[in-house]
């Protein structure tokens, strides 16, 4: 009977023991496909396993973005709800831009504005104008635009770093819906056969837009806002020797399209994207 017993004993402690090496854990990934392994480790990116029936026990990671629920093998059961926002995911993701606005150069201006990443949800971005470049009214030479302009603007980002839930990852770094307060100037002259206008002016406003990334290098972007301007703006009839005075309300400024000191902006641009975000935050951890 007490050998009966040990037996009893020893048999119930090796299934206990062979249980718990074969227990397993589940982990249903967003394809359908459900992997049975041992979870090892749960960090903010990833997830380290090895499959529960191999014997050398060799550590697979897999990235929480692919995952929508662990089943562990005590019971818990874990759901991948909400997407998880690191750095990490923009490593090589270009974190600049060199663009041209392409619209303004029907209005006679070349516009063109360089954007620097700031964080994951901000940037810098500053704009030159030469007026008097384009396709436009200044093509002719009856009508002769000239002059310069700057502006200098803060994008606050929105949507584009957001995780859907079916996605791998976040849309590129530069890329997604933004607003953009800006402030700048312009110093603009018209001249033709019988007229001529001068607009020196300060405008500040705001721009909303989006930006789409191709392949990490190439950039589209559009966008409209709202300026209200104010400055000096004068305009004289010439014609015949005549020296008249006149009012002028208007103003066209590229991408700024104006009438008694409020404005429109509208503007299409295309760039490259240089530089690599990750170079960044390295040097920072370096440091």
Do not use: C
Request: charged share 25%; proline share 2%; aromatic share 12%.
């Amino acid at each position: 009977m007490k050998t009966l017993i040990n037996i009893t004993i020893v048999t119930l402690l090796t299934l206990i023991f062979v249980g718990g090496i074969n227990a397993q854990d589940s982990i249903k990934k967003k394809n359908g496909e459900v992997l049975k392994v041992v979870v090892k480790e749960i960090n903010d990116t990833q997830i380290k396993y090895y499959h529960f029936d191999d014997p050398n026990q060799v550590i697979f990671t897999l990235d929480r973005m692919m995952v929508t629920d662990i089943k562990f093998s005590y019971g818990k059961e874990y759901k991948e709800e909400e997407p998880i926002l690191t750095k990490d995911y923009f490593e090589n993701d270009s974190d600049s831009a060199i663009k041209i606005n392409i619209s303004s150069m029907l209005f006679d201006a070349a516009i063109v504005s360089y954007e620097k990443t700031l964080s994951l949800n901000s940037s810098f971005e500053g704009s030159f104008k030469i007026h008097g470049i384009g396709f436009g009214p200044s093509a002719d030479s009856y009508n002769d635009r000239s002059g310069v302009g700057a502006e200098v603007g803060y994008k606050i980002k929105f949507g584009s770093k957001k995780k859907n839930k079916w996605e791998y990852r976040p849309k590129h770094l530069l890329s997604g819906g933004y607003i953009m307060p800006n402030i700048g100037f312009d110093n603009i002259k018209r001249t033709s056969s019988y007229l001529k206008e001068t607009s020196q002016i300060i405008h500040l406003g705001a721009n909303f837009g989006n930006v789409h990334v191709i392949q990490n290098k190439v950039t589209f972007e559009y966008y409209a806002g709202f300026s209200f301007y104010a400055g000096k703006q004068e305009a004289r009839y010439t014609n015949n020797g005549s020296d008249e005075p006149y009012e002028l309300n208007g103003l066209s400024a590229g991408d700024m399209f104006g009438y008694k000191n409020f404005a429109l902006n509208v503007g299409v641009k295309m760039g490259l994207a240089f530089g690599r975000y990750g170079s960044k935050e390295n040097q920072r951890k370096r440091r």
